[in-house]
Nanobody
């Protein structure tokens, strides 16, 4: 089983910055992609950025302001968020997929964290 935990959210004024972290743990054989999603109250969950498994992806709304990176030696992804806007307010969730291992058995996994709240005041 693979667990995902996010951290780094908080309250910040418009124009400020936050850095989110996403750590995957458990029986990990391989990490393929790590992605950040966000969900505001009453709205659908949207992908913000993704790294691994292809070209780095950014949603149009965050291009030039957010930067995704990862350190596979630590099973960790980061989301540096600069020039934050009130419309960035949401719960930010991390998704990790890849291959897990249990003894000699390998299996695909696609795991979500519980999310971290980001609130941007105007």
């Amino acid at each position: 089983q693979v667990q995902v935990a996010e951290s780094g959210g908080g309250l910040v004024q418009a124009g400020g910055s936050l850095r989110l972290s996403c750590v995957a743990s458990g029986s990990i054989s391989r990490i393929d992609s790590m992605a950040w999603f966000r969900q505001a109250p009453g709205k659908q969950r949207d992908m913000v950025a993704r790294i691994g498994g292809g070209p780095i992806y950014y949603a149009d709304s965050v291009k030039g302001r957010f930067t995704i990176s990862r350190d596979l030696s630590k099973n960790t992804a980061y989301l540096q968020m600069d020039n934050l806007r009130p419309e960035d307010t949401a719960i930010y969730l991390c998704n990790v997929d890849g291959e897990g291992q249990s003894g000699s058995y390998y299996y695909p996994y696609d795991s979500w964290g519980q999310g971290t709240q980001v609130t941007v005041s105007s």
